[in-house]
């Protein structure tokens, strides 16, 4: 793999940066699986923000932690860890959901769940007893080494995911806003939140490929969040997450190409600063708003 061409450094002609980018297949690859990654978490996102289970989704996201460092010591694909565990995550977060527990101890909970993922997470790495040179790549990410059939995967994946999310939305949006009102109009509102937590599980085992496991958080939930103050409009929102997502993925890519940081730096502050340049402006903007509307009073 020619690691030397990845870090060569920007040039003065951003055309031939640009085509740097698509010169070798393996960031080919990476732009493809990422693009495939922040549909999937836009769309995903916007709803986990929505129902105010971003505490289960970085749960989840500590969980794919193990679940690749699992797959590494066992000897099987990355992609084998990401999903199992995740899966198995999402079916542990349901069943602390309908326990019907109050809000601190459903909390802490899933906290010690948490805990006891990275537990694993690090033993598992600890059994490893040879030199596991992607454990920065497990917790911060990496786009080297991606295959076209690890692209295939994902698109199989994050197409299924989110045509299942399309079909459901409006009742899931009626369940996440209103969810006793959802009930009684007869909508299945435990079987929509147990359904949503495995979709948010493929989310974040996708997305922990791109970014790492520790750094989820970056694609899944801020640009959702970032949609969220920006509109609360459902379809414009969720095309303004989806639109964030890949915009900070490709950036990201390609900043992470032409330097020695991995991508998982440059998603994760890509897409903190939008989410503050976004809260900053709404705060001036409504400042502005009191000032002139306390001027025409005075007036």
């Keep these: 793999m020619p690691e030397a061409a990845v870090f060569q450094g920007l040039s003065w002609n951003p055309l031939t940066d640009m085509h740097q980018l698509f010169a070798y297949p393996f960031m080919v690859n990476a732009l493809e699986a990422g693009t495939i990654v922040a549909v999937m978490a836009g769309v995903t996102g916007w709803f986990m923000v929505l129902r105010r289970q971003t505490f289960a989704g970085h749960t989840l996201s500590v969980i794919a932690f193990p679940g690749a460092a699992a797959a590494s010591l066992a000897g099987l694909p990355l992609a084998v860890g990401y999903f199992g565990f995740c899966g198995f995550g999402a079916l542990a977060l349901a069943g602390i959901a309908g326990s019907r527990r109050s809000l601190s101890a459903e909390s802490a909970a899933i906290g010690s769940l948490q805990a006891l993922a990275l537990a694993l997470g690090f033993l598992f790495v600890s059994l490893y007893h040879g030199i596991l040179n992607g454990l920065d790549s497990l917790l911060f990410g990496t786009f080297l ?40 109009g007869g909508v299945p509102v435990a079987a929509m939140g147990f359904g949503f937590l495995l979709v948010l599980g493929l989310a974040v085992a996708e997305t922990s490929q791109i970014t790492g496991a520790l750094l989820v958080f970056a694609l899944l939930v801020t640009p959702a969040a970032t949609a969220h103050q920006l509109t609360a409009r459902p ?18 890519l390609a900043l ?15 897409s903190f600063g939008s989410y503050v340049v976004v809260r900053v402006g709404r705060a001036l903007g409504r400042r502005r708003q009191l ?4 001027a025409l009073e005075a007036a």
């Design 235 to 252: 379809v414009l929102g969720i095309v303004l997450s989806v639109a964030l997502a890949l915009a900070v993925t490709w950036l990201g």
């Design 145 to 184: 080494g991606i295959t076209t059939e690890q692209v295939v995967v994902l698109l199989a994946v994050a197409g299924a995911a989110v045509v299942l999310v399309a079909i459901a939305a409006r009742p899931l949006f009626f369940a996440s806003v209103h969810p006793d009102v959802a009930r009684a």
């Design 291 to 294: 000032t002139a509307r306390l």
């Design 256 to 270: 992470a190409y032409f330097s020695i940081y991995p991508v998982g730096f440059y998603v994760t502050s890509l």
